[in-house]
């Protein structure tokens, strides 16, 4: 979003394919190292379910609920800098890692968390 109010669409789009298709590489390795048998999966009661059920429906109503009232106007001060350096990548990275420092830090904190139960899951028992 930050990529999309700064002028910077192609960085925007870049930045999606690559991390959506990493995300997805991903989740496709933790599918295969689960090793999932249909004799070991536990069974979940009808009451499980219809938690399930209700919990998305209303995460479902909060996030449609959340996207109506949202506004499609730029903030002002994201509108302040120079029309001849919008959309350029030091500008953006300026930007970036000057108001938005901790942000980004956070996000990758939040990726090496990732990575490392990624190793974890993945990581054989010395017995087997």
């Known amino acids: 979003g930050h990529y ?3 002028n910077a669409q192609f960085l925007a789009a870049v930045h999606v394919i690559v991390y959506a ?3 997805m590489v991903l989740f496709l390795f933790t599918i295969m190292l689960l090793n999932l048998n249909k004799e070991t999966e ?3 009661s009808l009451l499980v379910k219809l938690a399930g059920l209700v919990a998305g ?3 479902l109503v909060v996030m449609v609920g959340a996207l109506r009232r949202s506004s499609a106007e730029t903030p002002s001060d994201l509108t302040t800098v120079h ?3 919008v959309g350029l990548v030091e500008t953006l990275g300026k ?3 000057r108001d938005f420092l901790l942000p980004f830090e956070l ?3 939040l990726f090496l ?3 490392v139960g990624a190793v974890v899951l993945g990581k054989k028992e010395m017995g087997e």
């Open 4 to 6: 999309v109010l700064l």
């Open 21 to 23: 298709g990493a995300i």
């Open 42 to 44: 536990p069974q979940h």
């Open 57 to 59: 429906g209303m995460l």
């Open 83 to 85: 029309s001849g350096t």
């Open 95 to 97: 930007v970036l890692f």
């Open 107 to 109: 996000s990758s904190i």
């Open 113 to 115: 968390a990732a990575l």
